[in-house]
């Protein structure tokens, strides 16, 4: 995982410097690449019917983004990227790894139930703002869809008696996920959502009952130039 950091913050580094470049003033048309780091509060959403709200949890995202033009005014694009996002959630459901299988209950005696997961991003959006070349204060909308793939996960509980179960890489996480996203706000602030729409389980069930998980994110995203 320390080798996919590292690689990933090195990428970030090179395209950052090129991105520099390329929001130069090019006749009419000009571009807006971009770092981006998102800090989201999350949700789990269709959570199962024996299964209770979860408690704070949390998104953490950084990348970069790359700008292709559409018009010649520059103010209307598309832009793909590719980040590193965190999650870490306090949740309800119990989740196990025994013999290769995925097993889910619910338990009300247990504790400090957590879940962390850490996913390369690969956001892409269709940008509107109303900046120019010259103009680097400005409003934006930016809406598309995020493709997630995760490269590491673990759950993590404690019973009544204090002890400590970690279950790593459980076989039934869903390690390629999407959803939509939008962006929208003024300058470098801006109000960000994510809304996941794919289980982040599959094939799993809970006393019978499909397990259709998914991922809900809002927060704030900063747009670096």
């Known amino acids: 995982m320390k080798t996919a950091l590292t690689f990933l913050f090195i990428f970030i580094n090179v395209i950052g410097a090129f ?3 390329d929001s130069l003033n090019l006749g009419d048309r000009y571009a807006e ?3 981006y780091v998102a800090v989201s509060y999350a949700q789990f959403l269709d959570q199962p019917q024996e299964i209770f709200k979860s408690n704070f949890s949390y998104g953490l995202s950084i990348g970069v983004l790359k700008d292709l033009i559409l018009n ?11 980040g590193y996002g965190f999650d870490f959630f306090n949740h309800k459901l119990k989740v196990e790894e025994i013999n290769n299988t ?8 247990i504790s400090a139930n957590l879940f962390k997961s850490h996913n ?5 959006e269709l940008r509107w703002r109303t900046s120019t070349a010259t103009k680097y204060s400005f409003w934006r909308i930016y809406a598309g869809i995020k493709f997630l793939y995760n490269f590491s996960n673990k759950f993590q509980f404690d019973d009544v008696n204090g002890n400590t179960f970690k279950y790593k890489d459980v076989s039934n996480y869903n390690k390629l996920q999407y959803g939509l996203t939008l962006s929208t706000g003024y300058d470098e602030f801006n109000i960000n959502l994510y809304y996941g729409l794919t289980p982040v389980f599959k094939n799993s069930t809970i006393n019978g009952e499909v397990i259709n998980t998914k991922i809900l994110k809002f927060g704030l995203i900063f747009y670096l130039l």
């Open 19 to 21: 991105s520099q470049k």
């Open 33 to 35: 690449d971009q770092i």
């Open 72 to 82: 010649k005014q520059g103010n209307v694009s598309i832009a793909a990227g590719v």
């Open 102 to 109: 995925s097993v889910f209950s619910s338990d009300a005696t």
């Open 120 to 124: 390369v991003e690969l956001p892409l």
